[in-house]
């Protein structure tokens, strides 16, 4: 039942979440305490139905896993991740690997700046 609890959480959430922002929405309404909202993270993500991505700030972050290839936009001033699917890394990797003979196995790539949302509220 606290699996359910969290993956909902999760698939219900627009942004990535950090362990701590899923352990308080969870704790409103369940008895449940942080060690065991880290267990089942980890489960789901074992189980390939959640996607575990540190950033660049070395904070694990928490979404929905649907196998997409994903970059993210990052605010500086709210902290909320914006996915994007646009990549052209994909060459990049090909000719670095023809030229270097390195494998790549994966990439990840963080835009920062001001969102939409908070530019508002500038003005």
């Given at each position: 039942m606290?699996?359910?609890?969290?993956?909902?959480?999760?698939?219900?959430?627009?942004?990535s979440?950090?362990?701590?922002?899923?352990?308080?929405?969870?704790?409103?309404?369940?008895?449940?305490?942080?060690s065991?909202?880290?267990r089942?993270?980890n489960?789901?993500?074992?189980?390939?139905?959640?996607?575990?991505?540190?950033?660049?700030?070395?904070?694990?972050?928490?979404?929905?896993?649907?196998?997409?290839?994903?970059?993210?936009?990052?605010?500086?001033?709210?902290?909320?991740?914006?996915?994007?699917?646009?990549?052209?890394?994909?060459?990049?990797?090909?000719?670095?690997?023809?030229?270097?003979?390195?494998?790549?196995?994966?990439?990840?790539?963080?835009?920062?700046?001001?969102?939409?949302?908070?530019?508002?509220?500038?003005?």
């Open positions: 606290k699996k359910d609890i969290i993956f909902n959480v999760i698939k219900n959430s627009p942004n979440l950090t362990a701590e922002e899923i352990y308080n929405d969870v704790s409103q309404d369940i008895d449940v305490n942080l065991t909202v880290y089942t993270l489960n789901l993500v074992e189980k390939d139905l959640v996607t575990k991505v540190v950033r660049q700030d070395k904070i694990a972050y928490y979404e929905l896993a649907n196998n997409e290839h994903k970059h993210y936009l990052i605010c500086d001033n709210c902290n909320n991740a914006y996915s994007t699917d646009m990549c052209d890394l994909d060459k990049i990797a090909r000719k670095i690997k023809k030229e270097t003979g390195f494998n790549i196995t994966s990439h990840t790539l963080e835009f920062h700046g001001i969102c939409p949302e908070c530019l508002k509220n500038v003005k």
